[in-house]
């Protein structure tokens, strides 16, 4: 007898389900969707539709992720990318970096706004996602401390291990969004929940 072939479950879903199938995730995303609900309730409508994306249509959340990356991206090859002269490219990549990790406070805000009103595998992804991003923040933020201080080598290390965990979250970013729908076809997704 002729049967089809069972399909497998694409790369990506494997490895979003074996980090965030986990009952510790569920106990932390309840206590931190808890606060985040009551910081909302303080907050003015017309600033929660301003962050929700209202007057766009859509999530700003995905437009802000450029900012960071952007400049935590250009950073890191102003860090690397060879020079006519010893430091050379120092300036331009802390001026980078710098505006990364400004353009990350905005994108972070979204991002939990955003994340407030998920459910199941979604709110447990979601909570791995902003967590990276975050730590990625904080990593780039000492970054620019160990720079600024005159400890370059650290700085970069800081910032390249802060790039790969920020690479880390948009790999569970999309599939927030392409596999769970989170964000997609949704306005006043705030007021619904």
């Known amino acids: 007898m002729f049967s089809l072939p069972t399909r497998k ?8 389900d074996a980090v965030s199938n986990h009952d510790a995730l569920e106990t932390a995303a309840d206590a931190l969707q808890t606060l985040l609900k009551g910081a909302e309730a303080v907050v003015p409508d017309a600033v929660l539709d301003l962050l929700h994306g209202e007057s766009v249509g859509h999530p700003v959340h995905p437009l802000l992720v450029h900012l960071p990356l952007g400049g935590w991206v ?39 706004l955003d994340w407030s009103n998920t459910r199941g595998e979604a709110r ?50 999309g599939e927030l969004v392409y596999r769970h729908g989170l964000g ?10």
């Open 9 to 16: 479950q694409p790369p990506a879903y494997v490895v979003e």
């Open 74 to 112: 250009i950073a890191a090859v102003l860090d690397h990318l060879p020079a006519k002269s010893p430091g050379a490219n120092d300036h331009a990549a802390d001026v980078a970096l710098t505006l990364g990790t400004l353009g990350a406070v905005p994108t972070i805000a979204t991002g939990w």
């Open 124 to 173: 447990r992804t979601g909570l791995i996602h902003g967590a990276l991003n975050e730590t990625a923040f904080l990593l780039n933020v000492g970054s620019l401390v160990a720079r600024r201080r005159g400890r370059r080598g650290l700085g970069k290390a800081l910032s390249g291990a802060a790039l790969g965990l920020a690479v880390a979250g948009g790999f569970l970013g």
């Open 184 to 193: 997609v076809g949704r306005t006043l997704a705030h007021r619904q929940g």
